[in-house]
């Protein structure tokens, strides 16, 4: 199974940004869909964005038209850029390989 490492996660303001990565032990080529979930405390983890080999996209709906996924093939990596990020973004963040790999996360703190 392939390792994932995730970071880029902070403390950041309200309206503010951050790119988290995704780092994999090997190449990511042939991994159909890339995940980024993302759980709050006493919450259920919910998915993020998703994004296939083809490089197809979807997102949840409370992200859409402010979060994008990417992946980077040669370099092993999946990206998500968080813009006008808001307090209920507040989660760690896991990177998901179809096959069975998570990450052991990232925290993103929204907060003034």
């Known amino acids: 199974q392939v390792q994932l490492v995730e970071s880029g996660g902070g403390l950041v303001q309200p309206g503010g940004s951050l790119r988290l990565s995704c780092a994999a032990s090997k190449s990511i080529s042939s991994i159909a869909v890339m995940e980024w979930y993302r759980q709050a405390p006493g919450k259920q983890r919910d998915l993020v964005a998703r994004?296939?080999?083809?490089?197809?996209?979807n997102y949840a709906g409370f992200v859409k038209g402010r979060f994008t996924i990417s992946r980077d093939n040669a370099r092993s990596t999946v990206y998500l850029q968080m813009n006008s990020l808001k307090p209920e973004d507040t989660a760690t963040y896991y990177c998901?390989?179809?096959?069975?790999?998570w990450g052991r996360g990232t925290q993103v703190t929204v907060s003034s």
């Open positions: 998901y390989a179809f096959g069975g790999s």
């Open positions: 994004i296939r080999s083809d490089g197809s996209t």
